[in-house]
């Protein structure tokens, strides 16, 4: 599904510049839930980035579901984004004055998805994350998990290859971190791929493979035994 | 631009954003609306300016007597000239090809008695030439007629506001009045466009007044108007010709300045006309500042507002915006805001004015008014600045890599 290879990438700090990706390689495949662990500062969250086509990779190849993924102009960006992914930030990034439903079908309109479909789709995905009866709530009006649980159902309204979150818990606390998590877990078992960024060992460890970044490289590889979160709600 | 899609999503943003909606179109009504008054202002201005120096005719000219400053054909200086009738008939003999008509002018002021009311008023002995020249218009009755004239008829006819203060309520047709130990008949009632003070007078025939003034013949000043069709440069010929005429039958030194003195309207007017475009061109001037300052304003809102939605239009360039669909939403909502709000800061503006009328008459500011036009281009003129103003920040904004817009602050 992903693969990338000999991923870089500089920022340039006034006169020094700061590696941070110093190549990369790393593959995904179909269906996998990949936790992206590190410190701050390792490149887990540009790594993210470049993967979500938010951010331009220095050096590298990326293909994404078949498609070579280069030379990227904004229009071009916006329409793979579209097509091939799904977001889910750690502050939600929901439109404050959208209620729920909006924005869950936000990504459709932008789809070219007519009105009518947009909103049965959206309250479709609504339910799937158990918030149908909020649907018409602003997020004002959500709590923090409601609030992710709604991004999480915008994220995958446009039925993504892939869902990318970062830090999705990390404005959670522990049980309706482990609730979202769990919804994640739901999702992948449904067959999505899913990547998440995260420092956290104990929601890694809900995912089925970890890759450890330190430096801008990657450290560690492995499949660990995925402790189901719904155990611990 | 007739996406239905696209206008549901701009009517929402507008409902759920009704400060900045409110901000971004009050800046645009105010300007607008600041704009049509100040220009209406001085247009009313210009109307006021007209009305004071152009009531008269235009294809006049007042003839006066002066003084002599050179001796001349054995007269010492210093002589004092006067009219007389026989100058009205020879102006009339030798002029036969300008002349459209002429008429004496005596001016008096006499203390006027009705029954018990009395007042001082200003009295001109005229002609009835005189009723075409001064543009007086009769409210009632009759003006004064050549059969006054040739039997010195003790009538007058009096001003609108001399009516009100003399006879109330009373039709002043046909009464009497007293002044300069004589009795005068009111044959009619005039106004005059030229203000308050013209109607505080009244007209006798000049007959009359030489004849209560010892049977003379004398004329204060003469007025007469020349064929419109002469034009200003006929006009100034019959200036000329007129004065040399005048000094030749008063034996004045012809390079004499002082003997007699002709003024003529047509170039009052253009001086007249040269102030009124000096003022014309000042209201432009304040107008076009109205304008800058309105556009300066929308241009600041225009900033903030795409500032303040930097991170919306993240979330939605993540969501699958093209840069294209963000300009165009952002713009196509400034233009409706602009637009409704631009018109309807016109509107106000152009109500207000035609309500103000005469109110402010006494603020030299009368019947402002804005063509359509002006006011149209205007405010199109702001509403393409303000999307000009739009353009730019949101090209910007639409450019910004989403994860820039989106990072934690």
């Not at chain 1, 602003?138 to 609030?147: F, H, T, V």
């Not at chain 2, 440069?233 to 012809?254: H, T, V």
């Not at chain 2, 393409?384 to 103003?389: K, Q």
Request: glycine residues 8%; contains cysteine; neutral net charge.
């Amino acid at each position: 599904m992903i693969s990338i290879k000999n991923l870089h990438k500089s920022y340039q700090m006034g006169s020094s510049s700061l590696h941070v990706l110093k190549g990369i390689d790393f593959e995904v495949e179909e269906g996998e839930l990949v936790a992206i662990m590190g410190s701050s500062g390792s490149g887990k969250s540009t790594l993210l980035n470049i993967l979500g086509m938010l951010d331009t990779a220095d050096e590298g190849d990326y293909i994404l579901d078949g498609v070579e993924i280069k030379d990227l102009d904004e229009t071009k960006a916006a329409k793979y984004r579209n097509k091939f992914l799904g977001f889910v930030f750690q502050s939600f990034n929901l439109i404050n004055y959208k209620n729920a439903a909006e924005n869950v079908s936000l990504p459709l309109y932008y789809q070219g998805v007519s009105r009518k479909e947009r909103q049965q789709v959206a309250l479709e995905y609504l339910d799937r994350v158990g918030l149908k009866e909020w649907a018409t709530h602003l997020p004002s009006e959500l709590s923090g998990g409601q609030k992710q649980r709604v991004a999480i159902a915008r994220a995958m309204a446009s039925q993504p290859k892939v869902l990318l979150a970062d830090e999705p818990t990390g404005a959670l606390d522990t049980k309706t971190s482990y609730e979202v998590m769990d919804l994640i877990q739901q999702i992948n078992d449904e067959g999505n791929t899913i990547l998440v960024v995260t420092h956290e060992p104990d929601i890694a460890q809900m995912c089925k493979r970890i890759v450890m970044l330190k430096d801008g490289v990657i450290v560690e590889d492995k499949k660990v035994k995925q402790v189901k979160a719904a155990a611990h709600v | 631009m007739f996406n239905r899609d696209r206008w549901q999503e701009i009517f929402q943003t507008i409902g759920k954003n009704k400060l900045r909606t409110f901000l971004s179109g009050f800046t645009v009504a105010l300007g607008i609306f600041i704009f049509v008054i100040l220009f209406g202002f001085g247009n009313g201005l210009k109307n006021t300016f007209q009305e004071f120096f152009l009531d008269d005719a235009t294809n006049t000219l007042f003839v006066y007597p002066g003084r002599t400053s050179k001796p001349y054909k054995g007269y010492k200086a210093d002589r004092r000239i006067e009219f007389k009738n026989d100058d009205l008939a020879d102006i009339k003999a030798e002029f036969d090809f300008y002349l459209e008509d002429i008429t004496p002018r005596i001016s008096r002021s006499a203390n006027v008695k009705y029954k018990n009311e009395s007042n001082n008023y200003s009295t001109r002995a005229v002609a009835p030439a005189h009723q075409a020249i001064e543009k007086t218009i009769l409210m009632k009755g009759r003006y004064i007629n050549q059969n006054d004239i040739q039997t010195q008829a003790k009538v007058a006819v009096i001003g609108r506001l001399v009516a009100l203060d003399l006879f109330k309520n009373e039709d002043p047709i046909g009464k009497y009045l007293a002044f300069d130990s004589s009795v005068f008949k009111v044959v009619g009632v005039f106004q005059d466009e030229g203000g308050d003070n013209e109607e505080r007078g009244i007209y006798i025939p000049y007959t009359t007044r030489q004849a209560i003034e010892k049977s003379n013949d004398k004329v204060d000043q003469i007025i007469v108007t020349f064929r419109p069709e002469l034009g200003h440069l006929g006009a100034l010929a019959f200036e000329r010709e007129l004065r040399l005429f005048l000094k030749a039958k008063k034996s004045i030194d012809p390079t004499d300045q002082n003997g007699v003195f002709i003024r003529n309207v047509a170039d009052d007017l253009k001086r007249n006309q040269q102030f009124s475009n000096v003022l014309q061109l000042i209201v432009t001037f304040v107008g076009l500042g109205t304008l800058i300052a309105g556009i300066i304003g929308i241009s600041n809102i225009m900033v903030f507002v795409v500032k303040e939605r930097t991170k919306e239009l993240g979330v939605r360039k993540a969501l699958g915006a093209s840069p294209r669909s963000i300009i165009a939403m952002i713009l196509q909502e400034s233009v409706f805001i602009t637009l409704i709000s631009g018109y309807m800061g016109m509107l106000a503006g152009v109500i207000l004015l035609q309500n103000i009328g005469t109110t402010l008459e006494d603020y030299f500011i009368k019947n402002p008014y804005i063509d359509v036009s002006t006011a149209i281009f205007s405010t199109f003129i702001l509403v393409a600045f303000g999307t000009i103003a739009g353009y730019i920040p949101a090209k910007r904004a639409a450019r910004i890599k989403p994860i820039i817009a989106l990072r934690d602050d």
